[in-house]
């Protein structure tokens, strides 16, 4: 099934996420952090790119972007210089990222305030620590104002950085909700595999349209939530909805 071509918002701002190749860790000490974040910081200034925020995880990272149409021309260049230096470091061969990157188009304020709160809050979701003590995400450059992330667009938006932090360490009424009762992600994951017959469920937006339709349909029987089923493929929630009642709409 071909690819379909990426679509670029209005606005010019994405969620960006870049995964290891096959889940593999891409950052095996801080060294290979601090280089990662020395090449973003590189190339955003060559192409003139905002990072409004970030997050380094073991085998995959989060970047909120105001890029516009020079987003895969970064993301081609931070790869390959990251890249060549990871495998020179570890004298290895081969890819490091997975191909297809993920891109979700953000073309409101308040979705933008989500996506960072998500963004930011990830090391405390995946039960590693607290927002406030991760070292690798664009916290710390919202607490003390220094760094090359612009997050002051995003505290403009909310009031001011205070604001903005009471915001990002709320805890997602919503999001608790949807997700009470659902099997843990690794299950899930599981869960997807058996169903579309996938090694990596982020392939699911892929299949042709009555086959993804129907795995999402028995993703939901077995008890996966739509957050939960957004996060693990990457397919929008509203789309994810309109799946699960397929005589809703178009999916």
């Given at each position: 099934m071909p690819r379909r071509n990426r679509?670029?918002?209005?606005?010019?701002?994405?969620?960006?996420?870049?995964?290891?190749?096959?889940?593999?860790?891409?950052?095996?000490?801080?060294?290979?952090?601090?280089?990662?974040?020395?090449?973003?910081?590189?190339?955003?200034?060559?192409?003139?790119?905002?990072?409004?925020?970030?997050?380094?995880?073991?085998?995959?990272?989060?970047?909120?972007?105001?890029?516009?149409?020079?987003?895969?021309?970064?993301?081609?260049?931070?790869?390959?210089?990251?890249?060549?230096?990871?495998?020179?470091?570890?004298?290895?061969?081969?890819?490091?990222?997975?191909?297809?990157?993920?891109?979700?188009?953000?073309?409101?304020?308040?979705?933008?305030?989500?996506?960072?709160?998500?963004?930011?809050?990830?090391?405390?979701?995946?039960?590693?620590?607290?927002?406030?003590e991760y070292l690798w995400s664009s916290w710390h450059e919202l607490e003390s104002g220094e760094?090359?992330?612009k997050t002051q667009l995003l505290c403009d938006i909310i009031g001011d950085t205070q604001a903005l932090k009471a915001f990002i360490l709320a805890e997602d009424e919503s999001d608790t909700a949807d997700d009470r009762g659902a099997p843990k992600d690794a299950s899930a994951l599981n869960i997807l595999k058996r169903i579309s017959g996938l090694e990596n469920p982020e392939d699911i937006p892929k299949l042709p349209r009555r086959k993804r339709v129907a795995v999402i349909v028995e993703a939901k029987k077995a008890g996966l939530t739509i957050r939960q089923l957004s996060r693990l493929t990457g397919l929008n929630r509203n789309t994810i909805q309109r799946m699960s009642h397929p005589g809703t709409g178009s999916c």
């Open positions: 679509q670029f918002c209005d606005s010019g701002c994405y969620h960006i996420i870049t995964r290891g190749v096959n889940r593999q860790e891409i950052f095996h000490d801080d060294m290979d952090r601090f280089k990662y974040l020395d090449t973003l910081q590189r190339f955003t200034l060559e192409l003139d790119v905002d990072v409004l925020a970030y997050c380094l995880m073991d085998n995959h990272v989060h970047l909120l972007v105001q890029a516009g149409d020079v987003l895969p021309m970064l993301i081609k260049k931070i790869a390959s210089s990251y890249v060549y230096y990871f495998n020179h470091k570890y004298d290895r061969i081969g890819h490091l990222f997975q191909d297809r990157y993920h891109s979700k188009p953000i073309e409101n304020e308040s979705y933008l305030l989500t996506a960072a709160r998500y963004i930011l809050r990830n090391p405390e979701k995946a039960g590693v620590c607290p927002v406030q760094g090359f992330c």
